[in-house]
């Protein structure tokens, strides 16, 4: 295999092997330390910009399910059409596959979607440098490459990952959820849609005031709470009415910030399946999968807003509710997909208010 | 209601399905309760646990885990609350049994965790199915049958190939896989022997075996801490798969759709703590079955307990207080909470370790009943690493999956042979599965044949295809990219030397010129997530720096620990490893802990400053000392497996703390010890070390048969035995094949009639400090780990002890010891004899210790560390106004076919000891510990040779006379008839008799079986074995050695059950 590294803007070098397509990628360096779900990972919008280091050493073995779509542009297998991390780090990967639902390696797929990828590095010295240090901006490249360090943080990546135009999928139900696509996963479609709910997803930035829906879903999606101003201008609109509001992961800051709270950049965030969440007030736990690099801050919340769960471990906010109105969203991904699905209960919650 | 005393089960003896793994979850669990301020007394005869030392539980009883037992110490020690979940199946069903009778609701105690109901429904299998069908989980398609017309029948309407389970079983006892009615009817005979239920169960051939960890607390809140999945498909035992964690082959879905299920069915049946739930799983489609689950903590969850550094036993029992999860901290990380699911960033490997090769009669292969004697786990950043890790450390002289000296592939020659081995797994089918790749069977054959999953066969394919790459380099050098490579994929530096034709010193220096070193990772349960704490380790090539820094300060003592548990060696050195860290820490030392078995104590993350999980090997202990500048090397601790390290380190220029290492040398060496002796003027048997048949038949002409014959090399658990005639001596050269110059046999006079003694001692500076003197119940010719030991000797002569003690201080002082050793004697009218002689702990230290009340392991740790003993011991029996008996379990039941009689080789599995009064009452306990049953009402007898028969005349007529019915045998028959003693005449198994004594072994009225063999060689499946055999598989006490059932006799008439004192250890003073 070819040779290339790692190079972290800090100056840390890791050298490896190059798989996947070949070019140099430059990005936000994370980690995830989920041990399945490599492919539901990489599929998720909210990774835009990032270049994804698993923990788990060994990456692709069950290899690539089919990229066949469902009815409408669902895809069966994946959280989209695409890969959206800008690189990917692994401590090796399976060449052969075994899976009876596998139709291609993991090194193929990447190639197939242009995705660089570099093995046989020390993947956990380079968790353990971001967990200690915070996370920090790295690229793949050869030697003789300098390709420059981005920064995707400072950039509006929700409207690179968000569809175009307005969608209606139609589960031939009676009620219709809105959802706002800022980089949703598609779980949280084929969810709505397993319950007879049909779907009206919109851009991020489309003002869906004339459309008919019962209730308002804020996907999750990539990037700085903070720049996606027009989602949060639309939002504040909406506080004002009484349809019910769901948001999930960047739908619960977007939420926030526009129920007058503020959000903040987290060390490195929380990329994983097994993070513990508290339900305010009582002694239950739930296991949910995560994958945010900025966090609400509790201290913010105006009054009108209460916590409603917040992480086991490190105490940051993992969800809030309305005091008066049926506005409701949380920090983790209670669609599951990869990870746990223990958190199900709260797409159901929503579901019935309509 | 508040508890503030709590009675904690332990799980007696190790056994086949029952080993150490209760010591490690017994004793988290009371330290545990001991951080809630709660009082802890432990029921546990297992007197080698680290469990019952005085520093764990308040109050500790060494008396039978059984209802009797516990009822009593119920009624004394009136506790609040009793823990059931700590102590295995036997903990489990003497609490079902205690519930059954109102026992805990007559003295108000109120069973911790998870209640009898649930309990009672996931052990019937009959109500576990039914409980599931409740809420929609599937089971596995079955009938439960009480008789073998039912069996039939059922049988039909499940359809063939069927498993038959029997309810209530430990390790799958008597389950078994049947093609056929004809397979059928032998089996099902067998299994309504153990049970009355058995279940009739469709085979789901193929399947995959997935297992979670289930964690529940008291507010419904359940997560699963690890999922584990078998690389042997469904129809193998847990226990005896080679198992993986977490599991490597499932998709996200998978995995969460039956951890989703483990959590819905685990709420349902209402766990309160840990649990296991075992599926099998289509590997074509979604289709799944919910095998079993194990509503305690298990063999399963100590190995998820180790493999992810989650403290499972603990957590439980705070659970089971009434804490939730979320208030429980991570005692992993500090930082976080219990309430979570760990993320690992490696791969673990648990494998099996068999001792199959000391039961001649048992068949090697393995199925879904447990045979299995002890694990390891091996921790890698790739399967290959781990899986080659993982066969060295079973210590059976494997090198890895290939490059072996030895052959582990028997009848493999041709391909027929070959897809046999593969098809119809054995102990030794992992190396097939090479063997396979490397005669050209292709993955998918592989895959057909075994229904191993195609991805674990690639990467053995790795292994393979780098082998062939290696094999360009054969007497050369082997280039540093493919060098690297190779120790990425697990290869040990004596494998690469055994493929590349050279030695393994070259190849090290020739990696350490390349600068090849593996390096130091943490497992932290969260992959990294956070800055990790933690002091848990493991070594690995898939890196380029470690996770933490090594200080310089020379103040560390490494202590190599005991490896696998096998016959031979187990829990005791364990707590001898335990042991000799707290006197070491003490002292003010750091200490770093190396072993890989996880079921044991001294793995766990609070004993040692720093854990390393990894291989005990001259090439890891050479490793992690170029990290850690320790002070030297402790070898003498961990049993066999780490006192075979001594010379090689020293060698290596290791300081090797404690006796040289060129004495343990001395000792080890068999010719060299024998100068010595003859030097000091030591007796010792004649013996002569050859090769070839006329030479052995000369030399037992001249010392007189019967002698006594071994392999001088052994590999594993090659057979000893005692010949008593130029028959028995043809037939074993016949037998033994690999006698040759390089192996030869090495053959010593057998001392008949004789008694056998052991002294157990520490010396420093060649002074001894302190000494123990037990004896044998058993004449010479019992294995000592078999043996039934007293402690303090009751019936050597003064005489004899005062020699023994001059002996001893010879040996000391010849050999230079500073530490522990143990020497074992045999003894005829006071003429004594040395028969070996071990410079390190035995296995009797912790019997000795707890007996004298005198930690033998911190005296041995001060004498190694160069210190004064605490004070000087002059041990007498006078010392003691009681006695301790150390009886021994055995698990023949398990072992189908095997000759349940007693010799030169060990058999046993484990052992208890109990105290008493007086030697009666210490071996009724012990033996009760293990099995018997009393009183004794029916008894049957087939006294053997001649003199067994008078010996043993006078015990029959006692037993007579107290009203015991007496069944015999025809030849024992005539001879008490001969001597006016009443018995009723039974006959052999092969008389045309319509009734035989196989119809009394299966009648069940029998309480104890004495079958005394003819001669010391067992080769035939003769009449004799035929009771014992049936004996053993209908569950009834057993007694083949005539000391033992003499002695038996006599305890049995002179004590009723109600004579046996319920006192704890501290009250015997």
Wanted: aromatic share 8%; proline share 4%.
């Amino acid at each position: 295999m070819k040779k290339t590294r790692l190079v972290l803007q800090n100056g840390l070098i890791f050298e490896g092997e190059a798989f996947g397509y070949e070019k140099p990628a430059s990005g936000e360096l994370i980690f995830n330390t989920g041990m399945v779900g490599y492919a539901e990972t990489l599929s998720d919008p909210s990774y835009k910009g990032q270049i994804l280091v698993f923990t788990y050493p060994l990456i692709g073995n069950y290899g690539i399910f089919s990229d066949q779509q469902q009815k409408g542009d669902i895809p069966i297998n994946f959280e989209s059409e695409k890969i959206h991390v800008a690189g990917v780090v692994v401590n090796s990967f399976s060449e052969d596959y075994y899976h009876y639902q596998a139709k291609m390696s993991f090194d193929s797929w990447l190639k197939k979607l242009k995705i660089p990828a570099i093995t046989g590095v020390d993947t956990r010295a380079i968790t353990l440098n971001i967990s200690n240090s915070g996370s920090r901006l790295a690229k793949i490249e050869s030697e003789e490459e300098n390709y420059p360090f981005f920064d995707p943080n400072k950039e509006n990546l929700v409207k690179e990952v968000s569809i175009k135009a307005p969608k209606f999928y139609d589960a031939h139900g009676d009620k219709t959820v809105l959802i706002v696509d800022t980089g949703m996963k598609s779980n949280i479609l084929r969810y709505v849609l397993s319950k007879k709910i049909n779907v009206q997803r919109v851009p991020w930035n489309y003002d869906f005031k004339h459309l008919k829906f019962d209730g308002i879903l804020l996907g999750n999606g990539p990037g700085n709470p903070e720049l996606i101003k027009e989602t949060i201008a639309i939002l504040q609109t909406q506080l004002t009415q009484e349809k019910p509001i769901l948001g999930i992961c960047l739908g619960h800051q977007l939420l926030a910030i526009a129920g007058g709270a503020s959000t903040y950049k987290m060390k490195f965030g929380h990329h994983s399946q097994n993070q513990p969440c508290v339900l305010v007030g009582t002694k239950r736990v739930f296991i949910t999968s995560q994958n945010h690099g900025f966090a609400v801050d509790e201290s913010s919340f105006t009054d009108d807003w209460q916590p409603w769960f917040f992480n086991a471990n490190d105490g940051s906010n993992e969800g809030m509710r309305h005091k008066s109105k049926p506005f409701f969203s949380v920090q983790f991904h209670p669609e599951a997909s990869p990870g746990p699905t223990d958190t199900n209960f709260i797409l159901d919650e929503f579901l019935a208010l309509l | 209601m508040t508890i503030k005393k709590v009675l904690v089960f332990g799980s007696a003896a190790l056994k086949i399905g029952e080993a150490g793994e209760f010591d490690y979850s017994g004793s988290q669990a009371i330290k545990a309760l001991k951080s809630e301020g709660i009082k802890t007394s432990l029921v546990n005869p297992n007197i080698a646990t680290v469990q019952t030392d005085q520093q764990l539980a308040d109050k500790i009883y060494f008396l039978p885990v059984t209802p009797t037992f516990i009822e009593k110490i119920i009624a004394k020690e009136r506790p609040d609350g009793v823990l059931l979940s700590c102590g295995g199946q036997t903990a489990l069903n003497c609490g079902i049994d205690l519930a059954k009778n109102g026992v805990f609701d007559k003295y108000g105690v109120k069973v911790l965790g998870t209640p009898i109901k649930t309990i009672v429904n996931t052990e019937d299998r009959a109500l576990f199915a039914e409980k599931l069908n409740e809420i929609g989980v599937l089971t596995p398609n079955n009938r439960s049958i009480t008789s073998l017309k039912e069996a039939i029948s059922a049988a039909k309407e499940v359809g063939y190939p069927v498993m038959i389970r029997i309810a209530y079983a430990l390790g799958g006892l008597g389950s078994t896989v049947v093609k056929s009615e004809k397979e059928l009817i032998p089996a099902i005979k067998l299994a309504l022997s153990h049970s009355h239920q058995v279940l009739i169960e469709e085979y789901l051939l193929g399947w995959k075996e997935i297992e979670y960890e289930v964690v529940r607390d008291s507010y419904d809140n359940c997560i699963t801490v690890c999922n584990m999945e078998n690389l042997d498909p469904l129809g193998i035992h847990t226990g005896e798969s080679i198992v993986v964690a977490p599991s490597q082959t499932l998709s996200n879905e998978e995995y969460h759709f039956l951890r989703e299920i483990a959590i819905k069915t685990i709420r349902h049946l209402g766990v309160v703590g840990e649990c296991n739930i075992q599926y099998a799983l289509d590997p074509h489609s979604k289709d799944y079955r919910v095998i079993e689950v194990n509503a305690r903590l298990s063999r399963s969850s100590a190995l998820a307990s180790k493999a992810t550094g989650y403290p499972l036993a603990y957590v439980s029992v705070k659970l089971a207080l009434g804490y939730s999860l979320g208030e429980i901290t991570n005692n992993t990380t500090k930082a976080t909470m219990a309430c979570f699911e760990p993320a690992l960033d490696y791969i673990v490997i648990k494998i099996p370790r068999w001792d199959l090769k000391k039961f001649p009669m048992v068949s090697k292969q393995i199925n879904s009943s447990m045979k299995s004697v002890g694990e390891v786990m091996a921790i890698g950043r790739c399967f290959e690493e781990a899986l080659q890790k993982a066969l060295r450390m079973l210590d059976i002289g494997a090198l890895g999956i290939v490059g072996n000296k030895k052959l582990f592939t028997d009848n493999t020659e041709t391909k027929n042979k070959l897809e046999k081995a593969l098809a119809q797994p054995t102990d030794e089918r992992i190396f097939a599965l090479a063997k396979a790749l490397v005669e050209g069977f292709s993955i998918d054959e592989i895959h057909q044949l075994t229904h191993i999953d195609r991805w674990y066969l690639s990467k053995i394919q790795n292994i393979i295809s780098t082998t062939k790459r290696l094999d360009l380099y054969k007497g050369g050098t082997c280039p540093r990219e493919l060098l690297l490579l190779s120790k990425k994929l697990g290869f040990a530096d004596a494998q690469l030397a055994h493929i590349l034709d050279s030695d393994e010193n070259k190849i090290r220096l020739n990696r350490i010129n390349f600068g090849i070193h593996p390096y130091v990772k943490q497992i932290d349960t969260l992959a990294g997530e956070y800055p990790p704490q933690t002091n848990y380790l493991y070594l690995t090539y898939h890196a380029s720096q470690d996770d933490l820094s090594f200080h310089s300060g020379n103040n560390k003592i490494l202590i190599l620990g005991s490896g696998a548990y096998r016959i031979g060696s187990s829990v005791e050195f364990d707590w001898c490893c335990v042991n000799s860290i707290n006197t070491i820490k003490e002292l003010g030392y750091e200490t770093l802990m190396l072993n890989f078995n996880p079921e044991t104590v001294s793995t766990d993350y609070d004993i040692s400053d720093r854990l390393y999980f990894d291989e005990i090997s001259l090439e890891t202990v050479l490793e992690i000392l170029r990290k850690e500048s320790a002070m030297g090397v402790i070898v003498s601790v961990g049993g066999q497996a780490a006192n075979n390290l001594a010379l090689p380190l020293h060698l290596a220029g290791v300081n090797v703390l404690g006796t040289s290492p060129i004495q343990i040398d001395r000792a080890e060496d068999r010719k060299k010890f024998s100068a010595a002796l003859d030097q000091l003027k030591i007796d010792q048997p004649k013996w002569c070390e050859l090769t070839d048949l006329a030479g052995a038949i000369k030399f037992c002409h001249q010392v007189g048969y019967p002698t006594l014959v071994r392999p001088s090399y052994v590999l594993s658990g090659a057979a000893m035995i005692v010949a008593s005639n130029d028959r028995e001596m043809t037939h074993y050269f016949s037998k033994v094949a690999l006698v040759s110059n390089d192996h030869p046999v090495v053959i010593s006079k057998f001392i008949e009639d004789a008694k056998e003694i052991e002294l157990d001692a520490v010396a420093f500076n060649g002074e001894i400090t302190a000494f123990a003197i037990s004896e044998h119940v058993e004449n010479a010719g019992v294995h000592s780990g078999d043996a039934t030991l007293v402690y303090p000797a009751q019936r050597t002569y003064v005489e004899t002890m005062r020699q023994i003690i001059k002996i001893g201080r010879k040996i000391a002082k010849e050999f230079a010891i500073s530490g522990p050793f143990n020497t074992q004697f045999v003894a005829k009218s006071n003429f004594i004899k040395v028969i070996e002689c071990n410079l390190r702990a035995s296995r009797s230290f912790p019997f000795i210790s707890k007996v004298a009340k005198l930690n033998f392991i911190k005296e041995a740790t001060l004498a190694i560390m160069g210190k004064e003993a605490t004070k000087k011991v002059s041990s007498s029996f006078t010392n003691y106004d009681y006695v301790g008996v150390k009886a021994s379990q055995f698990s023949f039941t398990r072992l189908n076919g095997a000759d349940p009689t007693l010799g030169v080789e060990m058999s046993s599995t484990g052992e208890v000891a109990c105290l008493g009064d007086d030697f009666n009452e210490a071996l009724l306990k012990s033996l009760i510990s293990v099995g018997f049953k009393f009183p004794l009402r029916k008894v049957l007898l087939s006294t053997g040779p001649l003199d067994k028969k008078i010996a043993f005349n006078s015990s029959v007529q006692k037993m007579i006379l107290a009203g015991i019915e007496i069944y015999s045998t025809p030849g024992t028959y005539k001879f008490l008839k001969d001597h006016q003693l009443k018995s009723k005449m039974i006959d052999w198994p092969d008389s045309t008799n319509s009734k035989t004594v196989l119809d009394l072994i299966y009648s069940n009225q029998l309480d104890l079986v004495i079958n005394i063999p003819k001669n010391f060689y067992k080769q035939e499946l003769d009449n004799d074995y035929l009771i014992r055999r049936k004996a053993v598989d209908r569950g009834i006490p057993l007694v083949t050695n005539i000391q033992l059932a003499k002695r038996l006799v006599e305890a049995a008439l002179e004590k009723t059950i109600d004579d046996l004192q319920i006192k704890d250890w501290h009250s015997y003073k």
